[in-house]
């Protein structure tokens, strides 16, 4: 095996594993991965900036999933528009306060806005919040789903153009 193979494959096993651990950036980790893999094949312009390319547009999808996701349970579970901004504005403020944050930061998003600017019951507020929660778990799927597929298309394309 290649050395820019071996070195996409272990970003993308730390990749895979830091999907379970939020304070981990999991997504860069892999897309940086494979950019260094590519640089380290002799970067050619025809063939790796189109890999690249869609690299990147597979990997802005999953880290926006998580948010997404969060958003979309809140809104599945009667949560109000204003319940899904909590949730989302909630999932970014998370993202500052540690690897907690980003559990509890959209859930908490999401109730104080039913709670507050939504005014709705607690009752209403909670069920909204298991939305999130739910959407919260969707996502992290989703983003694992994601992650597989970029090892994919990455080993595949090292594979094909290294012999690996």
Request: charged share 10%.
């Amino acid at each position: 095996m290649s050395m820019p193979f071996l070195i996409f494959l272990a970003a993308w096993i730390i990749g895979l594993i830091g999907t379970f651990v939020p304070v981990l950036p999991s997504t860069l980790v892999i897309f940086a991965g494979a950019a260094v893999a590519a640089l380290l094949d002799g970067f050619q312009a025809g063939r790796d900036l189109p890999f690249l390319l869609v690299f990147l547009i597979i990997a802005v999808a999953a880290m926006l999933v998580d948010n997404l996701a969060s958003a979309w349970g809140a809104r599945r579970y009667g949560g109000s528009r204003q319940a899904a901004w909590g949730a989302l504005i909630g999932g970014i403020a998370g993202i500052f306060l540690g690897p907690l944050g980003l559990i509890v930061g959209p859930l908490l998003g999401a109730l104080l806005a039913e709670l507050l600017v939504a005014r709705r019951p607690m009752p209403e507020a909670v069920r909204s919040t298991w939305g999130t929660m739910v959407g919260l778990l969707t996502g992290l799927g989703a983003k694992f789903a994601l992650h597989l597929l970029l090892g994919a298309y990455g080993l595949w394309h090292l594979w094909r153009y290294t012999g690996a």
